[in-house]
């Protein structure tokens, strides 16, 4: 039985699938246009002409880049702090919202208040300052893993997760002998992996794409990070190498662009599957 469609219901679905292609188009085209400036001459991009397409394909930009050994250690230091940052906001985050999502804890709904109380105050930039000097964490990776480890709202988020998870598990666990630790480490951990994962592609692009920490608590530039650098190339002006001119600039700036944001792109679909169900079950639920 062919069912009969509605004029409404075509001409919405119509305007719908325009409007889904004109915001793929204005997505795709600045990665397209950077791409295409990152392999084109020097003297076409500073004359404007890359519009799209490439134009006198050359790899002089990221043969620069390439030849640039503070590229390598600045690439190398935010793949560490990326990495450390998003293993230990994942561990802590998880402990917390664990018992935060059990009733029976003694004093959870003041720390619940507590935790949201960070949401709508802080202490400052100079305070936080304070801290870290203070504690000696200054020019070191914990000055960058340490202030920002924990997020109140990825906090209530696993904490929804967890709620929503099916409390006879948990109960046959302990029957069979688990403590919490166990049962949070053989039973929700490995139920809560799309929140987990949603999470943890949360804190590892924000502390990939981070540099204000880095510039406050970091003078040493063997820990700078690679958003520093690339900062510095497209903020002040700096030059990745002394031979190069302005316009050998202009290149290297989309090359490091392209440099920069091709690991999130490529980790990206790995974790796409997971994303959605993460953030929408534990947005949604409680």
């Given at each position: 039985m062919k069912?009969?469609?509605?004029?409404?219901?075509?001409?919405?679905?119509?305007?719908?699938?325009?409007?889904?292609?004109?915001?793929?188009?204005?997505?795709?085209?600045?990665m397209v246009y950077v791409f295409s400036a990152s392999i084109s001459s020097d003297a076409m991009v500073a004359s404007g002409r890359v519009l799209l397409l490439p134009k006198d394909v050359t790899l002089h930009a990221y043969k620069a880049i390439v030849a640039n050994p503070d590229v390598w250690t600045s690439y190398w230091n935010t793949l560490r702090y990326t990495v450390v940052h998003t293993f230990f906001t994942l561990v802590v985050t998880s402990a917390m919202a664990y018992p935060l999502a059990k009733k029976w804890l003694p004093g959870r709904r003041p720390i619940l208040l507590m935790a949201a109380f960070t949401m709508l105050f802080s202490g400052g930039m100079i305070p936080t300052f304070l801290v870290v000097q203070k504690l000696g964490l200054l020019n070191t990776i914990w000055?960058?893993?340490?202030?920002?480890?924990?997020?109140?709202?990825?906090?209530?988020?696993?904490r929804t997760f967890f709620e929503g998870l099916p409390e006879e598990l948990e109960d046959a666990a302990t029957i069979d002998g688990c403590g919490s630790l166990q049962v949070l480490l053989r039973i929700v951990l490995p139920l809560s992996l799309p929140v987990m994962m949603t999470i943890g592609l949360y804190t590892a692009v924000g502390q990939w794409n981070a540099f204000f920490d880095a510039l406050i608590y970091l003078n040493d530039r063997s820990m700078y990070p690679l958003q520093i650098m690339l900062r510095n190339i497209l903020v002040a002006g700096a030059k990745i190498t002394s031979e190069s001119d302005s316009s050998q600039l202009q290149t290297m700036k989309y090359a490091l662009i392209i440099v920069a944001t091709l690991p999130i792109l490529c980790v990206y679909p790995f974790i796409q599957k997971y994303f959605v169900q993460g953030a929408m079950i534990g947005g949604i639920k409680g």
């Open positions: 069912i009969q469609v509605s004029f409404a219901s075509r001409l919405f679905d119509t305007l719908n699938v325009l409007l889904m292609v004109l915001l793929l188009v204005v997505m795709l085209y600045p000055a960058i893993v340490l202030p920002t480890l924990v997020s109140t709202w990825h906090l209530f988020i696993m």
